[in-house]
Nanobody
Framework: QVQLVESGGDLVQPGGSLRLACAASGSIFSFNGMGWYRQAPGKQRELVARMTSGGNTYYADSVKDRFTISRDNAKNTVYLQMNSLKPEDTAVYYC????????????WGQGTQVTVSS
């Protein structure tokens, strides 16, 4: 069973930066893609950024030009670099990996809290 473990969440001031990391227990290339979702209190979980195994990326409009998803294949780790953070970025951030084999199979980390506040 693949495990995804996030780290890097913290309290940061508006305008600050954080880097989240998601370490997979196996090869990240066992997934068709990996990404980051977030869920703020009272809101639905939303996709923030995604990278396919081929390297194609997607970003939500709200984070374009501020967040960057990347990966380190040797470390089986996916990162989310978050710059120019805003209070509305406050949420629990979840790492996701998915596999497509007839159906879509999703794997989730436990989440890491990001709080943007002065």
């Amino acid at each position: 069973q693949v495990q995804l473990v996030e780290s890097g969440g913290d309290l940061v001031q508006p305008g600050g930066s954080l880097r989240l990391a998601c370490a997979a227990s196996g090869s990240i290339f066992s997934f068709n893609g990996m990404g980051w979702y977030r869920q703020a209190p009272g809101k639905q979980r939303e996709l923030v950024a995604r990278m396919t195994s081929g390297g194609n990326t997607y970003y939500a409009d709200s984070v374009k030009d501020r967040f960057t998803i990347s990966r380190d294949n040797a470390k089986n780790t996916v990162y989310l670099q978050m710059n120019s953070l805003k209070p509305e970025d406050t949420a629990v951030y979840y790492c996701n990996g998915y596999r497509l084999s007839g159906s879509r199979y999703d794997y989730w980390g436990q989440g890491t809290q990001v709080t943007v506040s002065s």
